[in-house]
């Protein structure tokens, strides 16, 4: 079967500095995949590039059998910006209806969002009043409520109690058990566990692509924040190798 | 464009002004407290014979410059507030058109144009005692007309402006020249061939002739449908400007 994300030797630059420096990936379908990295590694300009609002200097970006940001994708990509991206001036259960109706849905479609990320009893409640965790959610929602095909969340999960955060996962996984793919981007590496598969990048380029179980075997080690930072210093001695010969 | 999508962005846009509430009143009330100021300023003046008093003109003209800068203000905060908190980037990824989003501005600040000039009218026709030999909803129209050439340019200048400051410079740049040379301080056939020729291509110029063509004639002339149809037909081409600006992709 197609995968559901291709990219092929991309390219971005912003603000005159090479952000990605040709990325070969791919995502396959009904998996929840994620993309790690430290702060400044280009997470958010690969999930910008995913959505079709990031200008790319080189390459392809294919979702869903489309190049990124094509008309027929609008209505089968969802997608959550880093920052709350929702009207702070009006209500959780408001900002959710009009999300929805962009893509064709209705209120109740709405409403069961709101509740499928724990905000029922603040639905009625303006978004300037919410805190920080739970404007993110009320983001959240908002990019659920389409029911999308495929879904790109620029770190859903930071500034969520633990006990939230595990449902979250538990959401997210049993979406993609009904045939969604999720990218979700995180810095935080104990998510990675949660993760079918993993994409890894760092200044731009990317480290690993794989199950974390295959991440664990190729390092020798069951820590996954060790594994990976096995494997930026096995990288960079390659490099070094490369640049003395 | 979708009229569902459409609708659903207009009353969205109503909603965050009606949460508002101290955005409403200012809306309302502030025109009609600034024409209050007028009326007394020329309440003593004497009327020039064969001409209409100086507070009918100065007035009527008001009626249709108040909800042009204020709807021009607001309108380039609200576009500049979409850009800031990442609501415009989220929406270029919604099946949502780009004219949806800026018609739905054009239309919700329009309605809130008709509500702010209608008070301002009462106010003017009842407390004031304004004369015009036309109707007073003429009037109305021709200053909702006005707002939503105001949200058109205000959409527009929003697309070169990065942060709040520079947004609110675009006020003077945009509103001021057509406050001076729309025929309010200096009739245009009075003023120097150049200048003419500048107030000819603005289009507060067309609907300040139109509100005056409401004062002196009992029914609409046909030169005022003319200058409407100019400042709508100015409305229509900055809001397609508006969108020709407006980029999916940026860097």
């Given at each position: 079967m197609q995968d559901a994300i291709a990219l092929r030797d991309l390219v971005v630059d912003r603000g005159g500095r090479q952000v990605l420096s040709g990325i070969n990936a791919t995502v396959p379908h009904g998996t929840v995949t994620g993309l790690l990295g430290p702060s400044g590694s280009g997470?958010?300009?690969?999930?910008?590039?995913?959505?079709?609002?990031?200008?790319?200097?080189?390459?392809?970006?294919?979702?869903?059998?489309?190049?990124?940001?094509?008309?027929?994708?609008?209505?089968?990509v969802g997608y959550l910006t880093q920052a709350p991206s929702i009207y702070a001036d009006l209500t959780v259960r408001e900002n959710a209806r009009y999300f929805a109706a962009l893509q064709g849905r209705g209120t109740t479609q709405a409403d069961q969002a709101v509740t499928d990320v724990g905000l029922r009893a603040a639905a009625g409640q303006l978004v300037a009043t919410l805190s920080g965790g739970?404007?993110?959610?009320?983001?959240?929602?908002?990019?659920?409520?389409?029911?999308?095909?495929?879904?790109?969340?620029?770190?859903?999960?930071?500034?969520?109690?633990?006990?939230?955060?595990?449902?979250l996962w538990a959401r997210f996984h049993a979406m993609a058990a009904a045939g969604t793919t999720l990218l979700i981007s995180s810095h935080v590496m104990d998510e990675a566990a949660r993760c079918d598969r993993l994409l890894l990048i760092r200044e731009g380029r990317l480290i690993a692509n794989d199950t974390p179980a295959a991440v664990r075997a190729a390092t020798g080690v069951d820590d996954l924040e060790e594994a990976f930072l096995r494997m930026i210093q096995a990288g960079e001695a390659g490099t070094a190798g490369q640049e003395a010969s | 464009m979708n009229p569902r999508i459409l609708a659903a962005t207009t009353g969205r846009i109503l909603r965050q002004l009606r949460h508002d509430r101290r955005t409403v009143a200012l809306l309302v009330v502030v025109p009609a407290a600034l024409l209050t100021v007028v009326y007394y300023m020329y309440v003593d003046q004497p009327t020039p014979p064969g001409q209409p008093a100086p507070f009918d003109r100065i007035a009527l003209v008001l009626l249709g410059f108040f909800p042009f800068i204020i709807m021009f203000l607001v309108t380039s905060i609200a576009m500049l507030?979409?850009?800031?908190?990442?609501?415009l980037e989220r929406l270029l990824t919604t099946p949502?058109?780009?004219?949806?989003?800026?018609?739905?501005?054009?239309?919700?600040?329009?309605?809130?144009?008709?509500?702010?000039?209608?008070?301002?009218?009462?106010?003017?026709?009842?407390?004031?005692?304004?004369?015009?030999?036309?109707?007073?909803?003429?009037?109305?129209?021709?200053?909702?007309?006005?707002?939503?050439?105001?949200?058109?340019?205000?959409?527009l200048c929003s697309a070169f402006a990065r942060t709040e400051f520079q947004a609110v410079q675009f006020m003077p740049v945009v509103v001021a020249p057509q406050l001076l040379l729309c025929g309010l301080f200096v009739p245009r056939d009075e003023m120097a061939g150049w200048l003419q020729a500048v107030s000819d291509v603005l289009p507060l110029s067309y609907s300040v002739e139109a509100l005056l063509e409401v004062g002196s004639n009992a029914e609409p002339t046909a030169t005022m449908w003319r200058d409407l149809a100019i400042v709508g037909g100015a409305a229509v081409l900055a809001l397609i400007l508006a969108a020709a600006t407006l980029r999916r992709r940026s860097g």
């Open positions: 997470k958010t300009t690969l999930l910008r590039a995913l959505v079709g609002v990031q200008v790319v200097t080189a390459g392809t970006v294919t979702v869903l059998g489309h190049p990124a940001g094509a008309p027929q994708l609008r209505r089968r739970q404007r993110s959610r009320a983001s959240l929602a908002c990019a659920l409520v389409g029911d999308p095909e495929l879904l790109v969340l620029d770190e859903p999960t930071v500034g969520q109690d633990p006990v939230l955060r595990a449902e | 507030r979409e850009r800031t908190s990442g609501t949502l058109g780009k004219l949806d989003l800026l018609f739905g501005y054009g239309i919700a600040f329009g309605l809130a144009a008709v509500v702010q000039a209608a008070v301002a009218a009462a106010v003017a026709y009842w407390l004031f005692d304004l004369d015009t030999a036309g109707s007073s909803g003429l009037v109305i129209l021709i200053a909702a007309v006005n707002a939503v050439l105001a949200v058109a340019l205000g959409l």
